[in-house]
């Protein structure tokens, strides 16, 4: 990085990291693809659960309208710090509600349309969290989830726990570098949603390249996932030598895919 160059890392959090610069890249094309796969309609409520900065629940906001609602629930009040939206004459207002994904502060049958990407496979008791879900839904709702695919790497959070490892910064928590553990397959996402109950259930693979407007941001998107913190702690000359790593990497690749499970069930 040359001296007349702003500093690369000028870490502030990890939810400003994620909606920067994370959300734009490997978020919302994500959220693209859920809401097509489970699509909502104009005037639907909508609960987006473990919502992050909200790429499903900022998207849904346009497609179900002024008359819809979007819920976003997550457990984080920073990341729900980012998710508020006032409505507009084209979309629905943004409410975000702190609430676990298994206990949600929501009333049973009142939702159209559930939504939950890349988090159920950080819930401990996935069951009743889906039963939570269908709890909640009307009857004839939909819920739709997306979870990182086993049959591949989850990018670009298992390059970032390579590259750490190569820079000898020790896991943040137990099983940090293992991105395995964040990943599940069609069969254990179409067996959990069958279990509880749901009806019309449907799962299919979908790929998505994950495009960085420019190395940089490939960097920078490192303090909006869990390694951020760890990264902030480290002294200058390991920050600038992390990054450098991550943009070397970002620029001799070839394209990267990220492969996600995507997940549809209806309620009877």
């Known amino acids: 990085m040359s001296d007349s160059e702003p500093a690369l890392f000028n870490f502030t959090s990890v939810p400003d990291g994620y909606r920067d610069y994370l959300q734009p890249v490997v978020f919302d094309p994500w959220a693209r693809e859920l809401l097509a796969f489970v699509p909502p309609s104009l005037g639907d409520v909508v609960l987006d659960v473990a919502a992050g900065t909200g790429a499903v629940a900022h998207a849904a906001a346009r497609i179900v309208g002024p008359g819809g609602r979007v819920i976003a629930s997550d457990v984080s009040p920073l990341m729900l710090a980012e998710v508020r939206l006032e409505a507009t004459e084209d979309r629905a207002a943004v409410e975000p509600l702190e609430s676990p994904a298994d206990h949600l502060a929501v009333t049973d049958g009142v ?24 709890r ?40 940090a570098y293992d991105t395995s553990v964040v990943t599940m397959s069609e069969s254990e996402i179409e067996g959990l949603l069958t279990a509880v109950g749901s009806e019309q259930t449907t799962v299919r693979t979908v790929e998505v390249p994950l495009r960085w407007p420019e190395p940089r941001w490939a960097a920078l998107g490192i303090t909006g996932s869990t390694y951020g913190p760890s990264v902030a702690a480290l002294g200058h000359p390991e920050q600038e030598a ?14 990267v895919i990220m492969r996600a499970v995507l997940g549809r069930a209806v309620v009877g």
């Open 136 to 175: 909640v839904l009307r009857s004839g709702g939909a819920l739709g989830v997306a979870v990182w695919s086993d049959q591949s790497p989850p990018e670009p959070f298992a390059t970032y726990a390579r590259i750490l490892q190569d820079h000898g910064v020790a896991e943040p928590y137990p099983n």
């Open 242 to 255: 992390l990054f450098a790593a991550i943009q070397e990497r970002a620029v001799g690749n070839l394209p």
């Open 111 to 134: 939702v159209d349309a559930v939504y939950c990407q890349q988090g159920l496979q950080f819930m401990a008791d996935r069951h009743a969290v889906v039963a939570e879900w269908l």
